[in-house]
């Protein structure tokens, strides 16, 4: 069985992503500079597939799968994704 996303909201420091197994993961929005700085309107203008979700206009696309792995934004400098 694949897991997906189903939902993603969003607090001050934290996006929050329900998967259809019924796990809520927690993730840093530190993690993922282009979603960090975004407004709560370009936040929520998510697309879900059924490996992950993509924000068009923030250019930003997260796997379910790097997110059960714990990697955030892979596109980071190595010396970054170490802090």
Do not use: C, K
Request: glycine fraction near 8%; hydrophobic fraction near 45%.
């Amino acid at each position: 069985m694949s897991i997906s996303a189903t939902e993603v909201r969003f607090d001050d420091a934290t996006m929050w992503v329900s998967l259809s197994d019924g796990r809520i993961l927690g993730v840093p929005l530190a993690w993922f500079p282009r979603l960090l700085p975004a407004s709560p309107a370009d936040l929520l203008n998510y697309e879900l597939s059924s490996t992950g979700i993509h924000w068009e206009d923030l250019d930003e696309d997260i796997s379910v799968a790097g997110l059960l792995a714990g990697r955030g934004d892979q596109t980071r400098p190595t010396a970054l994704a170490a802090e």
